[in-house]
């Protein structure tokens, strides 16, 4: 999945190899890209279900703008993950609707 | 309440373009952008543009923008990323968010170079994951590094996806073929040799009809159109693959212009609603100017220029060039536009922003 040697761009600058948690599945991803690319090159394809068709949803745009591929990150919902960075040990969810409540702090 | 000169809401093409030529001339500038990256769209594109020197020709987007990049923070120019212009309000006032809080900035002038979002075409199935715009396929190939998909089949042959299915086949993707409901191949002959030689066939008057698949998409079947551009039952082709790219257009991103009430015009050749704007990019606001696909949808070449021309015209009116020197450098831009605005291509575009133009001055 991931792209090692690129005829134009050659390698791709990456942050540090970090470990992270999604749907209680230890995965390993790049600090700093996208939570979407990370998960794309752990096989993920779905990133939440419809609130009210229960359909899967996934990547659409990559630039933040259609919320298509909202999630759970770290107990937060509508997290854009195609534009939400990647970090050490984020836990991450797969969204039903509109996710869990989430209680203020 | 933060005050300066001039506002480039984008830190694209047009931009950059806008703000380094209006600092080289003395104005004050900040940008915003609402990604954590400047450059645009300019950052995914990987092959050579082309022109003449002065267009960038034979340079790579990333190269361009690279060189904007170092340009603008020689001449001082200050960039804010990830910070989202939530709207425009009387006396170009605008609220900011910058990550996550909110500031209010006024400007004399403001240019909103905010550039454009994909078109998508609805059919059964396009919902699934899998199915992405040919923006998506780009970013994540060209910026993250990974491959959107195995095997994919690219709707609209236009010069977005011409030069996106060569990239895909550069990323290492299998390309099945590309599809257009026009009769003929909508980009440059250039990009559609490119993909020609790796085999990849065209399938053009066809349509995508349907897309396959649980969870996941599995198969996109294509029909041939009629010249109503309605399927023709039993010309059904089906592909198995896992991506579908959709490449069909793309139109202004004219929300913060809406808000100001602009005039706006139907333009179809420009991709849909524009702004009116006159020869230095002011819109019907004044003080208010646009360039780059905000402003008509074109290409990375033509927005820089407008850019240019933009700025020229901000720092023209802020009183920092002379008439004179105004009228020939802006002339110099003019010139360089015509190549670009010419040909089977460039043609149409030219004409439509003449009448743009035209509608300013009523």
Request: with cysteine; hydrophobic share 40%.
């Amino acid at each position: 999945m991931r792209i090692d040697d690129h005829p134009i761009l050659g390698t791709f600058e990456k942050g540090q190899k970090v470990s992270f948690v999604f749907d209680d599945k230890a995965m390993e991803g790049f600090e700093g890209e996208p939570i979407a690319v990370a998960l794309r090159s752990n096989g993920v394809k779905i990133h939440r279900y419809t609130m009210r068709r229960n359909q899967p949803r996934g990547i659409f745009c990559a630039i933040g703008r259609c919320t298509d591929c909202i999630m759970v990150v770290d107990g937060t919902p509508n997290v854009r993950t195609c534009v939400e960075p990647l970090q050490k040990g984020s836990v991450i969810q797969t969204q039903v609707g509109a996710g869990p409540e989430v209680t203020r702090k | 309440m933060r005050r300066c000169e001039m506002i480039s809401v984008g830190a694209g093409p047009a931009g950059l373009a806008a703000a380094t030529e209006a600092a080289r001339n003395g104005v004050e500038v900040l940008v915003f952008d609402e990604n954590d990256r400047p450059g645009g769209q300019l950052f995914k594109q990987i092959h050579k543009f082309f022109g003449s020197e002065e267009h960038h020709a034979k340079e790579r987007g990333f190269d361009i923008g690279y060189g904007f990049l170092e340009e603008a923070e020689k001449l001082g120019v200050e960039v804010s990323l990830s910070s989202v212009v939530m709207g425009i309000y009387e006396n170009r006032t605008m609220n900011v968010l910058i990550r996550d809080r909110i500031e209010q900035v006024r400007a004399e002038k403001i240019l909103v170079a905010t550039g454009a979002s994909e078109n998508m075409i609805p059919f059964p199935g396009w919902t699934l994951p899998g199915i992405i715009g040919a923006g998506a396929a780009q970013t994540i190939a060209n910026i993250h590094g990974i491959k959107p998909g195995e095997n994919l089949l690219m709707v609209g042959s236009g010069n977005v996806g011409l030069v996106v299915a060569y990239q895909m086949l550069q990323a290492g993707c299998q390309v099945s073929a590309i599809i257009d409901a026009a009769p003929r191949i909508g980009g440059y002959e250039v990009h559609a040799a490119k993909v020609a030689r790796y085999g990849v066939p065209f399938f053009m008057s066809h349509t995508i009809t349907e897309a396959g698949g649980e969870k996941w998409i599995e198969s996109a079947t294509i029909s041939q159109v009629d010249k109503e551009w309605k399927p023709i039952p039993g010309t059904e082709k089906k592909f198995e693959l896992d991506t579908v790219c959709i490449a069909v257009g793309l139109n202004p991103m004219t929300q913060l212009l809406d808000m100001l009430s602009c005039k706006m015009v139907p333009v179809p050749s420009l991709g849909g609603r524009v702004p009116a704007h006159d020869l230095g990019q002011e819109t019907s606001i004044p003080g208010i100017y646009v360039a780059g696909d905000s402003s008509g949808i074109e290409e990375a070449s033509t927005a820089i220029i407008e850019g240019r021309i933009a700025g020229l015209a901000i720092a023209h009116s802020l009183g920092y060039i002379d008439d004179s020197s105004f009228l020939e450098q802006r002339d110099r831009q003019f010139k360089s536009m015509v190549g670009l605005r010419s040909g089977s291509h460039g043609e149409a575009r030219k004409i439509a922003k003449e009448y743009i133009n035209a509608v300013m001055k009523g």
